[in-house]
């Protein structure tokens, strides 16, 4: 088990930009990535990573954001363009510290993006 700690949540106007970071407190082998929910919402993936750098997004945010790792770092980066309000939600960073093995997941950060 990893503790996660993300960064870089907050408040941004329709059209804004946003990027969250979420640093591993040790080495990840397997994948990472984000993951959202909105009130009222069960959470949802966003998008995940690779050790190699294959990644998968959802449908939802293709084309408008951009998920990055550095593996030297424990990191996992998310670029967020084009916000809309509907991207708002709590974000939260998940890891596998194996392939295949069981989820670590962060403590969430705030994303709001107003109209």
């Known amino acids: 088990q990893v503790q996660l700690v993300e960064s870089g949540g907050g408040l941004v106007q329709a059209g804004g930009s946003l990027r969250l970071s979420c640093a591993a407190s040790?080495?990840?082998?397997?994948?990472m990535g984000w993951y959202r929910q909105a009130p009222g919402k069960q959470r949802e993936l966003v998008a995940t990573?690779?050790?190699?750098?294959?990644?998968n997004y959802a449908n939802s945010v293709k084309g408008r954001f951009s998920i990055s790792r550095d593996n030297a770092k424990n990191t996992v980066y998310l670029q967020m363009n084009s916000l809309k309000p509907e991207d708002t939600a709590v974000y939260y960073c998940n890891a596998k510290v194996v392939p295949y093995g069981n989820d670590d997941w962060g403590q969430g950060t705030q994303v709001t993006v107003s109209s």
């Open positions: 040790g080495i990840i082998f397997g994948a």
């Open positions: 990573i690779t050790r190699s750098g294959s990644t």
